[in-house]
């Protein structure tokens, strides 16, 4: 598969207000010579520490300094343009100010409202004295950033413009491009495929109040989900109940019962290249609804009678002709040999199954520890982490299968 040439990358740089300004001009330099197109945000009290002249002249073309025109005939949402314009934002240097707003979704400029309205990959290089890199507060807002599937570049060690020595020097601006460019890669890597993903559990109901369920909350889905759409990918999300809301740049479509995601699956699975079925899809179902509501006074006692419900993935294992195929099982015990019989009996190129009873993997924890095995029978076991990093893992796998396989199942 083909990467995006450079000069069709679009690069939206927003410097804010620190020493480390300075760095930005040598950036723009080093991007420009890379064949990127760069436009150039700055905060009002990154003006203070360089001119917008000089990046203007650098980035061959007009610096942006607010959110409203003054010299244009009509007033264009400059935020909304600008964010569609770009292929990746960078914040470089990014204050601990400029961090802390986005985190808590504050924009009150043009550079945090742009960065909201921004569906694509963020990267931040932080510059700060090391007091203020080592705070807590500091800290907490990264880790939640980071969660959110923003992205960092480590701070370096040195002389800092205080005086002191230590942590929060900017990284060097080649460092930062060698960063931008391993992101770029990564961002396209999976353009131009389209990616199907279930999540979350389905219910399952026994009268009009109640239902079977399970504990899944959609978190590894939609981490799936968010991955996919950062590499390119053209992603559809389908997903059961979940307090989670609805990622950026997905089309996201919401059902209930198994029945109504298998529907909503068959409707899309043909013209998709890779599903990946991540959801809890109960196993069985009541055999009968009860209408309206079952009242205790009128019952002593209540026999439910279940049936099995219906298999999507084994379906779409039965179907498949193009597509890659990742399911996923959830395990108390037997782990290997009950993920190596579902690899096998539903046609699966790829199986993820991690223990639920773990208090730190599974069902409604940030984190997973896993073992993978592909269709050939190679495993891994990762060791815990989040579920982001993990979604990394598999569709770094489904990238190596399309550069060296194209279409094809191998992986």
Same mark, same amino acid.
Not at 224 to 238: F, K, N, W, Y
């Given at each position: 598969m083909k990467e995006k040439k450079n000069k069709e990358i679009k690069i939206l740089l927003g410097v804010t207000g620190g020493i480390a300004a300075y760095k930005s001009a040598e950036l723009i330099r080093l991007f420009k010579k890379e064949g990127f197109k760069v436009k150039v945000m700055m905060t009002k009290n990154a003006t203070r520490f360089i001119t917008p002249l000089t990046l203007a002249v650098l980035s061959e073309d007009k610096v942006f300094t607010s959110l409203f025109s003054q010299d244009e005939e009509y007033e264009e949402i400059r935020h909304i343009s600008l964010a569609h314009w770009a292929d990746l934002i960078i914040i470089a240097p990014a204050t601990a100010n400029l961090i802390a707003k986005i985190a808590h979704g504050l924009a009150d400029d043009l550079l945090t409202s742009t960065v909201l309205a921004f569906t694509g990959n963020i990267i931040f290089a932080p510059a700060m004295n090391s007091a203020m890199i080592n705070n807590s507060i500091y800290k907490d807002n990264v880790k939640y950033l980071l969660e959110k599937g923003y992205h960092f570049i480590d701070t370096e060690k040195g002389n800092l413009a205080c005086g002191d020595y230590g942590d929060g020097r900017m990284a060097d601006p080649v460092n930062i491009l060698n960063s931008v460019k391993e992101r770029i890669k990564k961002n396209f890597s999976l353009k131009g495929k389209k990616v199907l993903i279930t999540a979350s559990a389905t219910r399952e109901p026994i009268d009009e109040i109640r239902f079977i369920s399970n504990r899944s909350t959609g978190k590894m889905g939609f981490s +799936?989900?968010?991955?996919? /759409?950062? /590499? !390119?990918?053209?992603?559809? +999300? &389908?997903t059961g109940s979940t307090c989670l809301h609805d990622p950026w740049g997905i089309k996201t479509i919401h059902v209930n019962t198994a029945r109504e995601m298998r529907e909503q699956v068959m409707t899309y699975f043909n013209d998709t290249d890779v599903f990946i079925s991540s959801a809890a899809v109960s196993d069985f179902k009541p055999a009968h609804q009860f209408a309206g509501k079952i009242k205790k006074k009128e019952q002593h006692s209540l026999n439910l009678e279940l049936e099995r419900n219906i298999d999507i993935l084994k379906e779409t294992g039965e179907k498949k002709t193009k597509q890659i195929l990742i399911g996923f099982a959830a395990e108390v015990k037997n782990l290997k040999e009950n993920a190596l019989d579902k690899l096998k009996s539903k046609n699966l190129d790829y199986i993820v199954a991690n223990d639920v009873s773990r208090e730190d993997s599974g069902f409604a924890s940030d984190t997973n520890k896993v073992l993978v095995i592909d269709r050939k029978g190679r495993e891994t076991d990762l060791p815990l982490m989040s579920k982001y990093e993990l979604a990394g893992y &598999? +569709?770094?796998?489904?990238?190596?299968?399309?550069?060296?396989? !194209?279409?094809g199942i191998v992986l």
């Open positions: +799936l989900a968010e991955a996919a /759409r950062d /590499r !390119g990918a053209m992603v559809t +999300l &389908i &598999i +569709l770094d796998n489904v990238q190596h299968n399309f550069e060296n396989h !194209g279409n």
